[in-house]
């Protein structure tokens, strides 16, 4: 018999955009009864102010599958970046969890056996709904497909580290990264 899809958990991450509307997302993915549902199940039990994870759905009473938990990591503050948050970000989550399903990296067979836990950026400074979906579905499926195909690889990470680290909030100098 073939071993399952995720016996344990398979983790991922990806951004996308740049700006105010860029999308950032970290996601775990397990089967039922494994230590993903331990931590999905206390998630959703145990808010914290201002971070109160919620089942992302496709539309209302219809929750995406696998069934996937969206944590965010900004407390949603004023009109736009709720809706940003609870709107455009939570579509984008649905529909890219929904088209790696679609595309085979998530067996359909298997949907009903797993969950994800997804942590996803908005930035407050959000200023459009639109771009922040887009982005956020091309975060959640490159998100989904690192997790399922395990990349980067270790040797990708070193030649990325020999290059420097950099993000959209940092990037050290040729000073600063001198030894």
Do not use: C
């Not at 599958?65 to 609870?86: D, I, M, N």
């Not at 980067?152 to 990264?177: C, D, S």
């Amino acid at each position: 018999m073939p071993s399952p899809f995720a016996p344990t958990a398979l983790i991922g991450e990806s951004f996308v955009g740049e700006g105010a509307n860029a999308a950032h997302t970290n996601i775990v993915i397990g089967r039922k009864g494994g230590p993903v549902e331990t931590a999905w199940a206390t998630a959703l039990a145990t808010p914290s102010a201002g971070h109160v994870p919620f089942m992302t759905v496709v539309r209302p009473s219809v929750p995406v599958k696998p069934l996937t938990l969206f944590v965010a990591k900004a407390a949603a503050e004023g009109e736009l970046h709720q809706r940003a948050t609870w709107g455009s970000a939570q579509a984008g989550l649905a529909q890219g969890v929904a088209d790696a399903v679609d595309e085979g990296l998530v067996p359909a067979e298997e949907a009903d056996d797993l969950l994800i836990i997804a942590a996803v950026w908005v930035n407050p400074a959000v200023d459009d709904l639109d771009v922040s979906f887009r982005n956020q579905r091309a975060a959640a499926y490159g998100a989904v497909r690192a997790a399922v195909t395990g990349t980067p690889t270790v040797t990708e990470i070193q030649a990325a580290a020999k290059e420097g680290p950099a993000n959209p909030f940092y990037t050290p100098t040729a000073e600063v990264l001198a030894r």
